[in-house]
């Protein structure tokens, strides 16, 4: 009798107990698909922790923004209390940080949509200062925009995503830096609209970046079961066969191995950065092996 108590006990508590509910930014605009990987992967995350945790809802909220203001979102974690973007010291004193960079760094090797005419010009870059002298586009509060102004690089800011592209062919900077796993789908979106836009042929830069699952510091249980997920899938290689599926065509069209890739160092990661776990991120030999994946 006091086992049967028991056990309608534990049943009772397991069925009221309330259901995780994420809450994230729409996409910036009706082109931008940048988030349909990162969806993927934190919808199967939280899948795979539903025998432990129960059911969980993602819902869509406001319009993706600035940084600073999705900081403070996340910071009251009222309207948004989940957001995935390349990390900064700041979001990680002030947000609850998932170390697992899940894109592997790929977002961190950057190739360039340029102007058609100007394919020559890049043509000639040999080295690293060729390139700083030309103007980037980059939104204003991206942790790339940062990296890159402290580095060195000439940059153009735009306050729109959108905008950025048409800032491009109205020549207001040289070249727009885009992630391996951003870059050819924003092309094929926009081509025919602006046909005078190419992706650059010949050159890459490699800014390590990784871009982190940041949680509200008020919602430490759905933090842990985020990364209790994450971790689920890595262990049975659920995680790197998401990310192939994702972006296996991506890398073998960059074809990373016939660039010249320009490397610097990124000067906002903090010494929280998995660097050692070889295991999470993307080697350069990888794109010499892409096919065999």
Do not use: C
């Not at 971790?231 to 066969?241: A, C, H």
């Not at 069209?253 to 070889?278: D, H, M, Y």
């Amino acid at each position: 009798m006091i086992l049967i108590v028991l056990t309608s006990g534990l049943l009772t508590a397991r069925l009221g107990q309330a259901q995780d509910v994420i809450r994230v930014f729409k996409p910036h605009s009706a082109l931008d698909q940048r988030h349909l990987y990162k969806n993927a992967l934190l919808t199967l995350a939280l899948e795979k922790t539903k025998p432990s945790y129960g059911d969980f809802d993602i819902v869509f909220t406001l319009q993706g923004t600035q940084r600073n203001r999705a900081l403070a979102e996340i910071i009251s974690g009222r309207r948004v209390n989940v957001h995935i973007v390349p990390t900064r010291p700041e979001w990680e004193t002030k947000a609850l940080a998932i170390r697992v960079p899940i894109l592997k760094g790929l977002l961190g090797y950057r190739i360039f949509l340029i102007r058609r005419h100007d394919i020559d010009k890049f043509k000639k870059i040999e080295s690293l200062d060729q390139l700083q002298i030309l103007k980037a586009g980059l939104r204003q509060q991206w942790s790339t925009t940062e990296a890159m102004s402290r580095l060195g690089f000439q940059i153009v800011t735009g306050n729109n995503y959108e905008g950025l592209f048409a800032m491009l062919m109205a020549n207001r900077f040289d070249y727009f830096p885009r992630g391996v796993n951003e870059i050819f789908r924003e092309y094929n979106l926009r081509s025919k609209k602006l046909p005078g836009m190419v992706i650059e042929p010949h050159l890459a830069l490699y800014l390590p970046q990784p871009n982190y699952i940041f949680v509200s510091k008020k919602y430490p249980g759905i933090a842990q079961r985020i990364e209790s997920g994450l971790r689920q899938m890595i262990q049975d290689g659920s995680f790197d066969k998401l990310f192939w599926t994702y972006h296996k065509s991506n890398i073998q069209q960059a074809g990373l191995a016939s660039r010249k890739i320009f490397r610097v160092e990124n000067p906002l990661l903090s010494k929280g950065t998995p660097s050692e776990s070889e295991s999470l991120w993307i080697e350069k030999k990888v794109f010499y092996r892409v096919n065999e994946n």
